[in-house]
Structures are given as C-alpha cells and as structure tokens.
C-alpha cells in the first residue's frame, strides 16, 4: 500500500532525502602540496595551463632495465605506486639472504628489534607472502647457528635445523620461475630441500658443504636434467658430503663443472679422493658429459682415466686448474705424476679456447705445448686468501719446496720455455694473454711478444722496470691490443706507487700517453685507469679515470682471472 493511501500517513510532510555529511574531496592546488608528498603521488601533476604527455609504459620499462644497484631499484620502488608494480619484479630477481651466529646491532639495537633476525624474517616473507613468484636466483651464504649439535651424534637431526630445510622448501616451491639455487651456509640441506629443487626447471646449482667431522646424514641428490651449471664447494669424504653421482649421470645438459676439494686433502697429501665417487655412474651407464669447461681446486688423487671416460674432451672449450697438480713439490710427486697424459690423448681436446692455472708444469704433457688454438692463457698470481695448513710432519721430513721463490735461472729458463711456446703454439691466436708477475720481462722481451701476437687485446705481465711508459712504437706491434696491465709485487717501487695518490697517476698517465693510440685501459698491480679518445689541445692530454678493481673485473679478465676463486662467471 502506497504512503497516500495509508491513513496513518495522511497530513504527514514528506520527508526529504537525508544530505550526506561527507564533503566532497579536492585536491588542494598544487603550491600547497608538499613537495615529498608530490615527488611519490602516482598522481600526474603538470603545471597550469599546461598538460604534458607522460613516457610510455614501454619507455620506462626499457629504463628500468638499465638499472643494477639494488639500492637504485629499492628506491624507484618507493617513487610513486606506478613503479612500484613495474620494478618489483627486478627487486625480487636475485635475492641473498646471509645469516650470522652472533646478534647484530644497529643504533644501539639487534637487527629484527620487535621480532626474528633478518634471516628468518626473509625467508618468512618468502614462503607467505606473493614475492616468491619474482625469485629467479636464490643465495642462502653465512652461519647458521646449529642448536643441539650433539643430536647429530645421536642419530637425529637438531630441530631448528629440520625447521630450516622445511621452510625453506616452502619457499622456494613458490618460486615459480627460480633458475639458480645457491647453499652456502655451514650446515647441508637435507632431502627435503633437494626434493623442492628437482621439481624446478633448474639451470644453475651451488653447493657448499660443511668442514666439521659431525656426523651427518649425506643424501643421494636427485637428478636435474636442466641444469647447466654445478659448482661443489668444500668437498671433503670424511665429513660427510652428498653423494653426486645420480646427479651428474642425467645432467645431459651440463655445460659448466666446478668441483672445489677441501684444501686440507692436498695440504695433508690425504689420498681420500676417489673420482669414481663422483663420475663411476657415468662410466658404468657409458654416459659422457657434454661440458664446455670444467674447473678443479686442490684436487689431490690418481689420475685413474675416469675423466676420460665421463667427459667428452672434444667439446671442451675452456679448463681451469688451481692448486693442482704439482710435480715440483717431492711429498706430492708420486700422486700427481700420475697425470701424466699422452700427448696423443690431449690432442683429441681440438676445441679449447681457454687454459687457467696457478702451476707451471711445463714438459712434453703440459697443455700449453700439446694443445694448439688456445685464445686465452691465464697463469694466476693472487696470493692464497687463507694462509696454508702446514701438513703434520716430523724433525726429519724434509721441508717442501713447493712455497720457496725459485731462484733466478729457474725462473728465467722457465719463464723463455713457456713464452716460446706461446708463440710457436698459440701465437696467431692469442687474444688475452696472462702471465705470472715472478716472470720479469724486459722491454725487447715484450716488444718481441707483442709482434709474434698480433691478434693479441689484452696482456698482463712483469717488466724489470715497472716505470716505463707505452710507445708508440711498441704500440705499433700490437694494433688490437686494448689493454695493458703490469704486474707488480711488494717492493720499494709499489710503495711508492701507493704512497701518489691514484689522481696524480692518472694526471701523469693522461700527459704521457697523449700520443698513443689504441691503449684504452693500463693497470698497475691493482690499479686502473681508462684512457679517453679526445685529447686536450692546449695540454696533449687525455682524460683518464681511475676504474675501481670490481669494475675492473667486470670489464678485463687479466683483472678478474687473476684470483684462485673458481666460483661464478657463468660461461653458458
């Protein structure tokens, strides 16, 4: 019934519609916005009277691109809400979590004040929330503090590291589009976290085991058929490692091996190695690798044709061998000369393109003179991070001379050998050439060098006076050559060098290389400048800028394959 026709409506008003009490919301007029507040509203704001056209969605997304510093990419992420969406996936591509033992302070206050440490708090963010999709590369590297250590000598495993395994797991199920798992904390993953990686289209796996004797449970790792690149870390057999035989016999696609012993093996000359461990699957199921490069650290067992059998030599591009074989050192003689490769053998190796190490074999078998080809040549001479072990002996042992500085004629008998052969074998080829600062050339030396290698682009080598300046004439034996670095050891000369600030070199540099051509970057010992085009025309100067050593690294391997480190650089 209709409000007219009820009479108890009758001679009632009507009632008006009620006024909403909320006020029409304005934005002030632009001088009264903050200038903090404007700078991270999504909101467009022009000027008056005008209406400017914002870049395309395209065109940000390209600049975006060029942005690398995690820093950088936190900070756009705060900008404005259109960013935030647009740069949240670069923020989340690789992720490092690192853990610590001891509390952290931070303005007078542990790290996670109000809540867990940094660490737990990541991972916690990683397995709950939605950020877990954007992963691609995954690093999990410090200390973690293993509570209840001796349950592992009872046969079970401590639960706050079971707690960690489990939750990491969760996490990385999540990640949807991860590529690369690295485990460089001191305790292993169990098979709860192999079991989350196998079920990932996985190209890239690190593994770090821990050096403590503890026992442990070593599991079977599961295989990857996508994996392209493996890198094992502190592999020692009497503390318990994984087994990785399943692993590499249905890794097809394996591209890139690393394998890193514990330094203790070689140093203790401990034949507790045994290559079967690792490749005896891949022999019995008659399997070879298809790897581009490979790499070995203190490897120290027989040589027992293992690696022969479970790697196909004639696709090998590339090899790297630190604190390796030895055959100058007597206490270690009897087991590497048992690498003694044929030289007919070495010869079916028709594609490497690069050689690295930190030992001079030189002989009928070392891969300087039997292979043929080789574009870079890397003899490292960064000292050891970690001072070495002295292996246990008695009064009567007789002291190794593998650490002693060879005398002069053993050096210069060494050092004329090894150049020869780098002419005669690889002198039409050569493109970065690396050689150990213990080997001081003179000035005719490199002249000579230079003019045998004309495709030579970058050289690192000692000169018996670090002060000479580049020519132009010498710079015309080497037309391609870009950069030059001169290797320099402690002494009178690199104190001084270090005592002039690096600006005053790169003054010097600019006025004495003004008429040299083609140089773009000189280094010295861990210095180095890059050499601009224009010269000034009142001055004959050229502009030089003084490039930091991790920049360096990134743009010159006669900086950054000058380390005993085997680790990243992925070749694929």
């Known amino acids: ?31 009264q916005i903050p200038l903090q507040v404007a700078a991270t509203s999504p909101a467009a704001v022009y000027r008056v009277g005008e209406r400017s056209k914002g870049l395309p969605l395209a065109v940000v997304h390209v600049i975006l691109g060029y ?26 591509e690789r992720v490092t979590l690192r853990s610590y033992t001891e509390m952290r302070y931070r303005d007078g206050r542990p790290e996670g004040f109000g809540g867990g440490s940094p660490f737990a708090a990541a991972l916690d963010g990683l397995a709950s929330r939605g950020y877990a999709g954007y992963v691609k590369r995954l690093r999990l590297c410090g200390e973690w503090k293993e509570v209840d250590v ?47 990686l196998a079920s990932h289209q996985l190209t890239s796996l690190t593994l770090k085991f821990p050096k403590s004797r503890i026992p442990r449970p070593s599991v079977v790792i599961p295989a990857i058929p996508t994996l392209l690149y493996l890198h094992l870390i502190d592999i020692d057999p009497l503390c318990y490692p994984d087994d990785v035989s399943v692993l590499l016999l249905h890794a097809q696609k394996l591209q890139d091996l690393r394998l890193e012993w514990s330094a203790r093996i070689r140093e203790e000359r401990e034949t507790s190695v045994s290559l079967h461990s690792y490749f005896g699957r891949c022999v019995a199921a008659g399997v070879k690798l298809q790897l581009q490069h490979i790499s070995f650290k203190n490897l120290y067992a027989r040589e027992d044709s293992v690696i022969k059998r479970a790697v196909d030599l004639t696709k090998l591009e590339s090899m790297t061998m630190i604190n390796g074989i030895d055959r100058s050192d007597p206490t270690t003689v009897f087991v590497d000369n048992t690498w ?14 690069r050689y690295r190490s930190d030992r001079i074999n030189f002989g009928a078998s070392s891969p300087i ?38 005398s002069v004629p053993d050096c210069v008998n060494a050092a004329s050998d090894f150049i020869a052969a780098v002419i005669t074998r690889h002198g039409c080829t ?24 004309p495709q030579l682009e970058q050289l690192g080598v000692a000169l018996e006076d670090p002060g000479f300046e580049p020519t132009a004439a ?3 034996a080497a037309p391609r050559l870009k ?64 490039v930091g050593f991790e920049e360096a690294c990134r743009t010159l391997e006669i900086f950054a394959m000058d380390s005993r480190d085997i680790g990243g650089g992925e070749i694929f």
């Not at 992420?77 to 989340?92: D, E, G, I, N, V």
Request: charged content about 25%; overall charge positive.
């Open 1 to 31: 019934m209709s409000a007219l026709n009820n009479p108890a409506s009758r001679g009632a008003p009507l009632q008006q519609p009620r006024r909403s009490n909320k006020r029409k919301r304005t934005l002030p007029p632009q001088h």
């Open 67 to 92: 942005l690398d510093d995690l820093g950088d990419l936190a900070r756009v992420t705060r900008a404005s809400k259109l960013l935030y969406y647009m740069t949240l996936p670069r923020l989340y």
């Open 150 to 196: 001796e349950d592992f000598r009872r046969g079970r495993v401590p639960d706050n590291t079971m707690m960690l395994n489990i939750v990491v797991k969760a996490a990385v199920e999540k990640m949807v589009n991860l590529r690369a798992f690295s485990w460089e904390l001191n305790t292993k993953p169990l098979s709860t976290v192999y079991q989350g």
């Open 340 to 353: 003694r490769a044929d030289p007919e053998h070495l010869k079916a190796v028709k594609s490497l393109k």
């Open 369 to 406: 003179t039997v292979f043929s080809g080789l574009e870079e040549i890397y003899m490292v001479s960064a000292a050891q991070t970690t001072p070495p072990t002295p292996a246990p002996s008695d009064a009567t042992s007789p002291v190794s001379p593998a650490s002693a500085p060879l």
């Open 430 to 453: 050569i493109k970065k050439l690396l050689l150990p600062d213990r080997w001081p050339l003179s000035i005719t030396a490199v002249k000579q060098l230079l003019a045998s290698c």
């Open 474 to 476: 010498l710079m015309a």
């Open 483 to 546: 950069a030059l670095r001169v290797l320099v050891r402690s002494g009178p000369f690199w104190d001084l060098f270090n005592r002039i600030g690096v600006e005053m070199h790169a003054v010097g540099i600019g006025v004495r290389l003004g008429k040299v051509e083609g140089l773009r970057w000189i280094g010295v010992g861990t210095h180095c400048f890059e050499i601009g085009d224009e010269v000034d025309g009142e001055t004959g100067r050229k502009a030089v800028r003084v």
